[in-house]
């Protein structure tokens, strides 16, 4: 993975700037078209499950949408965004823990499962699930942090600013999440190769 | 750079934030270092899991496409009601959408169209008034407002059930989409109404006058559409007309378009093309539609494997345009020639199936107390003491349905009492049980809300101020009203009917003098009386043909209970042609007060003569004769009814003198 791609991926204050000639509607709903792939990634980082990630995303972006008059323009569209995010992730767990989950059917289930050859998923499912477990295992704050990161739509210092913590405290709490992480996959059986 | 500071820095590297300088020095610091390396290997394999992981990111983003979909800015101003326009719109509507998001809609084959379309097509449907179009030759579009419209309701369905064509309508829709309703991506609404076996039903007739102002209409040949017309309609009978200039305005050409875009007509046109389903969720799935019934669709999306979806899963499905050759509504088209002013007043007047109307009435009845004297001795019935005479109020209601595909707003309502003879399309119309939902009754108590006129051979009742009809809509008006009213109370035993029991049968005189004297068309009425709590409680119904002034009005309501008859053949000799019979009606009566009983027997056409001692009797009607049996209370009466008949020169039976009138 190139770090050109992290920051290039999901700028979208330079959509906003290329935008500028359109209304501000306009150019907002353009930020929410590139924040939306990293908001979907972070939401997954948090759930584990690519369904609810996509029904979050699309809780947020209409969240978003329907609030964009609350929106100053002070902040980053992006860093606004995930704010919304990490608001409507804290009201799922919420919701979670006085509900039970609904039930998808499997029409919804197939047409959502992302669409690769059997055998290359089922390579790919090993460590994915692997890590996914792990994930559940790290401390709400360093799973955040990293999947705040992970989304590839903040870097540390938005990601600081928006969670009110030092620079330095979200570094190392990511540090410690992969940390983590290594060690439970290596523990796995997964470990870097020497 | 030493190896705390190299650790504090790995972080940064791993993710790209730092600038080359320090890269550089940490990258050197990790060529030398061993434990560093180690670190940094352990937290880029941690990073390269993690990327693993999200390398099962679906490819298609339908929490994005769903929000495209909600949010796209319509681009039909409010004003811009026609349906051209509306057109034009969908057809130049591309969304803005950039860089990944561009490159999906266009493997979708233009779902960006679908957003457009859908967001357009809803937004005339909600905002347009639903109504007026033209599409000018040249210029601005002319304006069309409805200035008022009339509606004359013609006939009454002949026992068919009103309402149970919007049940059937929603019960056909159910069986083929498991859903309630049938709304196709907000545009497309299916009128024509139809039975259990998907037959369109047509019933009911209404003339139809529409009255709307034209402004801005061109000179010279033009073309008008009016898209607010019933699915219903009857298009021979079309009639347009200016009533400012009617010698200015030619019609070169009438057109009824009704290839109506009904959910199977539009999903049959998109066989192989791009439709999406949205899921009750709001999911999404786009693709090419491969084929699809009452339960399924089979949607090919663009990249990966064919999808059979259940409709019962799904809330919508929206499609990139309307097809060509389907309307969203029936629309009338004319070609016209117009050489007067560009503001004019046309009406249309049509008929249309789809609206009718019934009377019910309801009977509230004041019973007659036994041992209320006064109240048994009716002018009409001074010849008979046992006669119970109640009074009662009544109520008549026009309950008027309204399936005709479109609402009337302040519509001038006149409805037509009478059969009028309608030619009815070779069409078999089913009935079946179950009466219509919810009404909306209109009630006024303080004056009368209907007047009548008649018309022709028939009766036409008017309401007095304007009303508006929603489609689908279930409306009730008082038509005619009495109270004070009496009525007498009497008792059939017809044992061809029932062998055992007599029926209770009220008799009142539609007069003036008795507190009516309205003609009531035929319809159904309701009877109520006060239980021994006074509480009113519905006891019975029976229906009424269209009964005119000075006409005695028969009620006939249930059993009564208290009343038990038998019948018994007690003689029947043969000779030859010659025949002889003798029939023994024994009738006891357990009430506390007297009942006079109407014994009802039917005799050969051929009898010629009849002797019942000690009862008065009279023939009704060749081959029917009825006995007045008076029975005082707690007692029983027994006739012996005996006739004779011939075969060869039988017949001629006549009442006896003394009850010829």
Redesign the interface.
């Known amino acids: ?1 190139s ?2 791609e ?2 290039t991926n999901c700028r979208a204050d330079a ?1 906003a700037g290329a935008a500028q000639a ?1 209304p501000p ?2 150019a907002l ?2 930020a ?3 924040a ?2 990293a908001v ?2 972070y939401l ?2 948090m759930c584990g499950d ?1 369904h609810e990630a ?2 979050l ?2 809780d ?3 969240r978003a ?1 329907a609030g964009r008059a609350g929106f100053d323009g002070r902040a980053r569209v992006g860093t606004w965004v995930f704010t919304i995010a990490r608001n409507a992730w804290r009201d799922r767990l919420r919701r979670r823990k006085t509900r039970p989950e609904t039930q998808v ?1 499997d ?2 289930m ?7 050859t059997p055998a290359a998923a089922a390579a ?2 090993e ?2 699930d ?3 477990r792990a ?1 559940d295992l790290l401390p709400a704050e360093q799973r955040e942090a ?1 999947a705040l ?2 989304s590839r739509g903040l ?2 210092a938005e990601i600081a600013a928006m969670l009110g913590v030092p620079v330095a405290t979200v ?2 709490r ?2 410690y999440a ?2 983590k ?2 060690d439970e ?1 290596t523990a796995l059986g ?3 190769e020497a | 750079m030493d190896c705390q500071t190299a650790r504090d820095m790995l972080i940064d590297l791993l993710y790209g934030e730092l600038d080359d300088g320090r890269r550089r020095e940490v990258e050197a610091h990790l060529a030398a270092c061993g434990p560093c390396r180690a670190e940094w290997d352990r937290l880029r394999f941690a990073r390269a899991s993690v990327a693993e992981m999200l390398a099962g990111e679906p490819r298609t983003n339908m929490a994005w496409d769903a929000f495209a979909n909600l949010t796209e800015p319509r681009r039909v101003a409010a004003d811009d009601r026609a349906y051209g326009a509306a057109s034009r719109a969908i057809r130049g509507g591309t969304p803005r959408l950039r860089g990944r998001r561009q490159r999906v809609f266009a493997l979708f084959g233009g779902l960006g169209a679908v957003v457009a379309a859908a967001t357009i097509l809803l937004a005339v449907w909600v905002l347009g008034e639903r109504g007026t179009q033209v599409a000018a030759a040249a210029q601005g579009p002319p304006e069309i407002k409805r200035v008022n419209v009339s509606l004359t309701i013609l006939s009454q369905p002949e026992g068919w059930q009103a309402g149970n064509v919007q049940q059937a309508m929603r019960r056909q829709a159910e069986v083929q989409t498991d859903q309630p309703a049938m709304n196709i991506g907000g545009s497309v609404q299916t009128l024509v109404p139809w039975n259990r076996w998907g037959q369109p039903v047509w019933t009911g007739l209404a003339l139809v006058r529409d009255r709307r102002l034209v402004q801005r209409l061109p000179k010279g040949v033009s073309q008008v559409r009016f898209a607010d017309v019933p699915s219903g309609i009857l298009p021979d009978t079309v009639r347009l007309r200016s009533l400012d200039a009617p010698a200015a305005l030619s019609i070169l050409e009438q057109n009824y378009q009704y290839d109506l875009a009904s959910s199977w007509a539009v999903l049959d046109k998109h066989i192989d093309k791009p439709v999406t389903a949205v899921f009750k969720d709001g999911r999404q799935v786009s693709g090419e539609l491969l084929s699809f019934d009452g339960a399924a669709l089979v949607v090919r999306p663009p990249r990966g494997q064919v999808r059979n979806l259940a409709r019962a899963e799904l809330r919508a499905i929206t499609f990139p345009k309307l097809p060509a050759g389907l309307l969203s509504r029936p629309t009338l088209v004319w070609e016209l020639r117009n050489a007067a002013a560009a503001r004019q007043q046309f009406e249309v007047a049509y008929l249309t199936r789809g609206l009718t109307w019934r009377a019910d009435y309801v009977l509230k009845l004041h019973p007659a107390k036994a041992s209320d004297k006064s109240d048994r001795s009716d002018k009409s019935d001074r010849s008979d003491p046992l006669a119970i005479t109640d009074t009662c109020d009544l109520v008549g209601y026009a309950t008027v349905n309204n399936f005709s595909g479109i609402a009337y707003e302040n519509a001038e309502l006149k409805l037509m009492a009478g059969d009028v003879n309608v030619i009815k399309p070779e069409m078999q119309v089913q009935q079946w049980g179950g009466g219509s939902g919810g009404a909306n009754v209109l009630l006024d108590a303080t004056k009368a809300q209907m007047t009548e006129k008649s018309f022709f051979e028939y009766h036409l009742y008017a309401l007095m101020r304007p009303t508006t009809i929603a489609d689908s809509e279930t409306k009730q008006i008082e038509m005619v009203s009495g109270s004070g009213i009496k009525l007498t109370r009497g008792y059939v035993y017809d044992p061809q009917v029932n062998a055992t029991a007599c029926r209770v049968v009220s008799e009142l005189w539609n007069r003036q003098s008795n507190g009516l004297g309205k003609p009531l068309p035929k319809g159904v009425v309701r009877l109520y009386a006060p239980d021994p709590e006074g509480v009113e409680t519905y006891v019975s119904q029976t229906t009424i043909d269209h009964t005119p002034t000075d006409e005695k009005l028969r009620l006939p309501w249930g059993y009564a209970f208290d009343i038990a008859c038998t019948a018994r053949q007690t003689e029947l000799r043969h000779s030859g042609p010659e025949h002889a019979a003798t029939w023994r009606y024994s009738i006891r009566n357990h009430k506390d007060h007297g009942a006079n009983v109407t014994v009802v027997v039917h005799v050969p056409r051929t009898t010629y003569e009849a002797t019942c001692p000690g009862f008065r009797w009279h023939v009704r009607e060749v081959g029917v004769v009825e006995i007045d049996v008076p029975v005082a209370a707690n007692a029983a009466a027994v006739v012996d009814f005996s006739y004779r008949w011939n075969d060869r020169s039988g017949g001629g039976l006549a009442s006896p003198p003394e009850t010829r009138q």
């Open positions: 993975m770090d050109s992290a920051t959509a359109a509607e306009e709903r353009a929410l078209g590139e939306a792939p979907r990634r997954f980082g690519w996509e029904d995303a699309q947020v972006l209409l949408w059917t029409d919804a197939n047409c959502l499962s992302p669409i690769q790919r499912n460590l994915a692997a890590v996914a994930m990293l990161r992970e870097k540390f570094k190392s990511v540090r992969l940390g992480l290594a996959l997964f470990g870097p």
